[in-house]
Nanobody, 121 residues
Framework: EVQLKESGGASVQAGGSLKLSCAYS?????????MKWYRQAPGKEREFVSR???????TVASSVKGRFSISRDRSTNTLYLEMNNLKPEDTAMYYC??????????????YGPGTQVTVSS
């Protein structure tokens, strides 16, 4: 069973930094497991923040480019989102996501419960 648990959210002032963590377990090593971060602000739809593909390549949303970066520590089964120069508009609940695909039996779209980031001006 895939399990994801985010941590590291906090209240910070604009210009500050945070590093979010996502501890994951239960990933099938025979699947291609693409990992992402999403966020959802109050009254808004969930939006994509960053992606790490199976080959290790990464992308970030244009709204956070140059400020956020995604990384992964396979030895501890942890996905990270490093956030610098935070802005009030970054305030949201942040979710870790894994999307297994590839071999037969790989499927699903999993999210953690989220961690809250609040940025004050």
């Amino acid at each position: 069973e895939v399990q994801l648990k985010e941590s590291g959210g906090a209240s910070v002032q604009a210009g500050g930094s945070l590093k979010l963590s996502c501890a994951y377990s239960g990933l099938d090593p025979y699947c291609r497991n693409e990992m992402k971060w999403y966020r959802q602000a109050p009254g808004k739809e969930r939006e994509f923040v960053s992606r790490m593909r199976v080959d290790g390549s990464t992308t970030v949303a244009s709204s956070v480019k140059g400020r956020f970066s995604i990384s992964r520590d396979r030895s501890t089964n942890t996905l990270y989102l490093e956030m610098n120069n935070l802005k009030p508009e970054d305030t949201a609940m942040y979710y870790c996501n894994v999307y297994p695909y590839g071999a037969g039996g790989c499927g699903g779209d999993y999210y953690g419960p989220g961690t809250q980031v609040t940025v004050s001006s």
